[in-house]
């Protein structure tokens, strides 16, 4: 098995990047999520309603890189940094409510685990079975996998892996929600798999994995499950 794509995500639910290599640190891949969209209650902009998130579909307009001179959102009608005041009156206005790029502070922007990731074999069963987009970037996960087997991943749960110089702890599965069903980070989803995952998969598509050991990780390094 080998890492075939790298997903870095600078502002949750936006658009992400495509990493050749990606430093891998305590808190997961380095700027990952470190931002998100907060509206004046303080939920973050996501597709979905919780005690966290409320959802804010415009959000999916917009896709954040990382620039030299930090992180650049491009949406419908222009790029800003994020910082400048004119992001967060654009954001505002998509969104027909106050909002603001915030930076992580007590409430976490990941969910269950530091780091994504999701074999190649189970999305294609999902798609061979239900139809649809087998793109990875549906389940926006950070490390997408080449495997044979579908659900491969799931057996990695309570072991170790070792990706490139970085050492990962497979804490769980991870449970989807509307997020899969949507178009975001510029594919069309096509078919929903929401329903058909909740019937014959108990939600569960992709694990999240804890940090070990940090370091560097690439396109092409071999993942091995160690105990």
Same mark, same amino acid.
């Given at each position: 098995?080998?890492?075939?794509?790298?997903?870095?995500?600078?502002?949750?639910?936006?658009?992400?990047?495509?990493?050749?290599?990606?430093?891998?640190?305590?808190?997961?891949? #380095?700027?990952?999520?470190?931002?998100?969209?907060?509206?004046?209650?303080?939920?973050?902009?996501?597709?979905?309603?919780?005690?966290? %998130?409320?959802?804010?579909?415009?959000? %999916?307009?917009?896709?954040?890189? +990382?620039?030299?001179?930090?992180?650049?959102?491009?949406?419908?009608?222009?790029?800003?940094?994020?910082?400048?005041?004119?992001?967060?009156?654009?954001?505002?206005?998509?969104?027909?409510?106050?909002?603001?790029?915030?930076?992580?502070?007590?409430?976490?922007?990941?969910?269950?685990?530091?780091?994504?990731?999701?074999? #190649?074999?189970?999305?294609?069963?999902?798609?061979?079975?239900? !139809? !649809?987009?087998?793109?990875?970037?549906? #389940?926006? #996960?950070?490390?997408?996998?080449? +495997?044979?087997?579908? %659900?491969?991943?799931?057996?990695?749960?309570?072991?170790?892996?070792?990706?490139?110089?970085?050492?990962?702890?497979?804490?769980?599965?991870?449970?989807?929600?509307?997020?899969?069903?949507?178009?975001?980070?510029?594919?069309?989803?096509?078919?929903?798999?929401?329903?058909?995952?909740?019937?014959?998969?108990?939600?569960?598509?992709?694990?999240?994995?804890?940090?070990?050991?940090?370091?560097?990780?690439?396109?092409?390094?071999?993942?091995?499950?160690?105990?």
């Amino acid at each position: 098995m080998e890492i075939v794509a790298v997903h870095r995500y600078p502002v949750k639910s936006m658009g992400g990047e495509r990493l050749s290599q990606a430093r891998v640190d305590r808190r997961g891949l #380095t700027g990952d999520r470190w931002y998100a969209v907060a509206d004046a209650e303080g939920h973050f902009a996501s597709g979905k309603n919780t005690r966290r %998130f409320r959802r804010y579909d415009p959000v %999916f307009g917009y896709a954040a890189v +990382t620039v030299e001179d930090g992180v650049r959102v491009n949406g419908p009608e222009g790029s800003w940094l994020v910082g400048e005041e004119a992001l967060d009156a654009e954001l505002s206005k998509a969104f027909g409510a106050p909002a603001r790029v915030t930076a992580e502070a007590e409430v976490p922007h990941q969910d269950a685990g530091r780091v994504s990731i999701v074999g #190649t074999a189970s999305l294609a069963w999902c798609a061979e079975r239900w !139809g !649809g987009n087998s793109d990875p970037r549906r #389940t926006r #996960t950070n490390l997408v996998v080449a +495997t044979d087997e579908p %659900f491969i991943e799931d057996g990695w749960v309570g072991h170790r892996l070792a990706v490139g110089g970085v050492e990962l702890a497979v804490v769980g599965q991870a449970p989807r929600c509307l997020m899969v069903d949507l178009d975001q980070d510029g594919i069309r989803t096509g078919v929903g798999w929401l329903k058909p995952l909740g019937r014959e998969r108990a939600l569960n598509l992709a694990v999240y994995a804890d940090v070990d050991r940090p370091g560097l990780l690439s396109v092409g390094d071999a993942v091995r499950v160690l105990d």
